[in-house]
């Protein structure tokens, strides 16, 4: 293997919603730059900061049909019961519910947590709130997806954050989606929430850090446990 093939493919890949950003950036510290100096190398880092937030790492997803992967890189911010966006038609009852956080340093490339149909993109208007409080999965913009497989259903939810200010999502309903493939980016720190079917144990615990496309979530095939919110480690 010669040496550019190694470098090559030690390169992470930059997802195409990035490139507008990123040659944005550049010119601007081209033309900044020219007539002050300074702030040249200023706007050549922040540059390279958009290369580095709009990253698109390639992922190895844990192989079982009964397996929920996270969607997002981030830390665990909420565990527990919560009842799912209306919008999204998965009942009035609490359901179980995992939320990602998402900070500007991590990677914001979303990927399906389960493997299926789409029954429903639902996007909703909103504030923008930080992402990190419990409120926030009410109160802020969002887009819902439901993914169905068979009798099982997983909602997963993009939503805006303080900085944040645009939610794309590159699916439509009808459409059947793969467990780990892209789904949608938001820009430029936000959160994900995942819905899990009555009684499902995640495995996950708050202040985790997770892998979008590695980290399993949960596996539906074990136990069920009765419905009791669960409680923060500090």
């Not at 040659?23 to 580095?52: E, H, K, N, Q, S």
């Not at 996007?123 to 419990?134: H, P, S, V």
């Not at 615990?205 to 590695?214: D, K, L, N, V, Y």
Request: aromatic share 10%; with cysteine; net charge neutral.
């Amino acid at each position: 293997m010669s040496i550019v093939d190694s470098v090559t493919k030690a390169m992470v890949p930059i997802h195409r919603e990035g490139w507008p950003f990123i040659a944005i950036a550049l010119v601007a510290t081209l033309v900044i730059g020219w007539f002050i100096d300074p702030l040249f190398w200023i706007g050549l880092i922040f540059t390279g900061w958009v290369c580095y937030f709009f990253r698109d790492p390639r992922r190895v997803t844990p192989v079982g049909d009964s397996l929920v992967i996270s969607p997002a890189d981030g830390v665990v911010s909420h565990v527990g019961l919560a009842r799912p966006p209306v919008e999204l038609e998965l009942g009035n009852e609490p359901l179980m519910r995992v939320s990602i956080f998402m900070n500007v340093f991590n990677c914001h490339v979303n990927r399906a947590p389960f493997g299926g149909r789409i029954t429903r993109v639902a996007y909703r208007a909103g504030k923008f709130l930080n992402a990190d409080l419990d409120k926030a999965s009410e109160d802020n913009e969002r887009n819902g997806l439901v993914i169905e497989a068979g009798d099982t259903r997983i909602g997963v939810v993009q939503i805006a954050g303080l900085v944040a200010r645009r939610i794309v999502c590159f699916v439509r309903e009808g459409e059947t989606i793969s467990t780990g493939d892209r789904f949608g980016l938001i820009r430029f720190g936000s959160r994900l929430d995942v819905y899990f079917p009555v009684g499902t144990v995640p495995k996950v615990a708050f202040g985790q850090t997770m892998i979008a496309g590695e980290t399993i979530l949960a596996d539906l095939t074990q136990p069920q446990a009765p419905s009791q919110p669960l409680t923060r480690v500090s």
